[in-house]
């Protein structure tokens, strides 16, 4: 069974950073995309980054120019890199990878951003 899981949620005080740290139990390779989804309190999950393999990067407007993403293949590890946090960042972040046409998510992990 695919798995994904994340680490690196913590509380961070407005302006700070944090990364996020995806495995995969498989290669990286394996998938024809992944990203970052975040889903805050009361709220809908919405992208934050998704990246197709070979492909396009695509991070939503609300994180451009302070979050990026990097993937070490040989870890099977998929990284998110978040500086000047903002409260409005705070929520329960997924990593998704779609691989075969099947869709996975991680359980997530939390981020707080305090103002």
């Known amino acids: 069974q695919v798995r994904l899981v994340e680490s690196g949620g913590d509380l961070v005080q407005a302006g700070g950073s944090l990364r996020l740290s995806c495995v995969a139990s498989n290669a990286l390779f394996s998938f024809t995309a992944m990203g970052w989804y975040r889903q805050a309190p009361g709220k809908e999950r919405e992208l934050v980054v998704r990246?197709?393999?070979?492909?396009?990067?695509n991070f939503a407007d609300s994180v451009k120019g302070r979050f990026t993403i990097s993937r070490d293949n040989a870890k099977n590890t998929v990284y998110l890199q978040m500086n000047s946090l903002k409260p409005e960042d705070t929520g329960v972040y997924y990593c998704?990878?779609?691989?075969?046409?099947?869709?996975?998510w991680g359980r997530g992990t939390r981020v707080t951003v305090s103002s």
């Open positions: 990246f197709i393999s070979g492909g396009s990067t």
């Open positions: 998704n990878g779609e691989r075969f046409g099947s869709i996975i």
